[in-house]
C-alpha cells in the first residue's frame, strides 16, 4: 500500500487515540454539517419528549468525517449509555445476540462499518430493530428451536464509508439517514481553532486558513495537519502556529496548497508531460509513476475528480484546464480537454 501520512482520510490506531481528545462532546460543539445536525436535533429531542429511544439512525460517509464523534454525541444528548461495536468483530449471529441481549433500555448501540458484518447476523439484526426481539436458536441440526428473547428497546447507530453496499432490508429499518459531506473552508478554519485551543497552542488566523485549504475537506486531516504544524513550530521555529511555521511544515510533508501529496502531483506531472494531459489508460498512467493501477485509482484519484483535476473519460485519465493551472504548465493546443470534450465524457461516468 502507497505510504501517504500527511493527507490520507484513514487513521491508523495511535491517531484515534490522538483523535480522542479533539473530539466535540455536543450537538452544539459538533462544527458544520448544518442539516445533518438540525434534522438529528429534532430526531434526538422529539424522542426525548416522548419518553422513547429514537428511531434508528444510519450515518454514511467517508472516512475521517465525524461518524464517530456524532455516534457518541448521539448518546450524550440522549444521556444515556453507548456500546460500541462493529461489522467485522461480528462474525457470527452469536456475536451480535450475546451484544443485543445485554443492552439497556434506551441505549445507544454504535455499530461501525455495518457494511462489513456477517450475512446471518443481519437477519437477526432486522428482527432485533423492528420488533426488539432476538431469537436464540437452541439444539442443533433438525431438533433445533428458536426460542425468541425480549431485549430492552434500544437506538442503533450504523456507521458506514459504503451505504451502497448496504441490503435495502436493512438500510430501510433506519428512521433517519445523515450523510456526512465533505467540510468547506470556513468550517474546517473553525475545528482547527477549537483543536488548537485544546492542544494550547493560538492558532494565527492566517495559518488557520492555510492549513484549511490544504486539509481536501477532511477534519481528521486538518487535526493532524494541525499536530504537524504544531510539532515543527516546537521543534524547528519559535512555537507559535504562524502562517510562515504552517507553510514550511506541509511543504516539509509535501502536502501542496490544495491538499496535493506526491503521488497525486506525480499522477497529474507524468499525464501533462508525458502524455499531453491524456487521455491516458489508467494501467499506463500507474506504471508511469510506478505505483498499482489499484493505488492510483483507489488512492489518488477521487479526490484529484473530487477537486476537478482530473476526469476519467471512456478513453482515459484527462488533466483538466484547473489542473494544467496548478501545475503551472501550459497545456498543448491540441490538449484533450478542448472543445467540451473533458465535460461530455466525465457525465458517463466511465473509466
Ligand atoms: N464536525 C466536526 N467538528 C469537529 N471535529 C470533528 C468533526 N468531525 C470530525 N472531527 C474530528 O475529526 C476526527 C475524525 O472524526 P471521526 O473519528 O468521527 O471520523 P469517522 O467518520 O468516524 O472516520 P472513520 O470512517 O475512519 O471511522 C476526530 O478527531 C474528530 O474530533
Ligand atoms: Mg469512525
Redesign the pocket.
Known sequence: MHEREAVS???DVDE?RL??A???RSLE?????ERVREQLSLVLHSAQRRNRAPDHILMS??????????AMIIAAELGVPLRITSGPAIERSGDLAAVLSTLQEGEVLFL?EIHRMARPAEEMLYVAMEDFRVDVVVGKGPGATAIPLDIAPFTLVG?T?RAGMLPAPLRDRFGFTAH?DF?DAD?LER?LY??AGLLGAPLDPEAAREIAGRSRGT??I??RLLRRVRDYAEVRGDGDLTLHNARAALDLYEVDALGLDRLDRAILDVLMRRFRGGPVGLSTLAVSVGEEAETVEEVAEPFLVRSGFLARTPRGRVATPQAWEHMGLTPPPDAAFGAGRVEDAADTGAA
Not at 29 to 33: E, L, R, T
Not at 61 to 68: E, H, I, N, S, V
Open positions: 482520510p484513514e487513521a484515534r483523535e480522542g479533539l473530539r466535540p460543539d459538533f462544527v458544520g454539517q460517509g467517508g472516512p475521517g468525517l465525524g461518524k464517530t464523534t456524532l461501525d456507521a464509508t456526512m467540510y468550517e475545528i477549537r483543536s477534519p481528521r486538518a487535526n
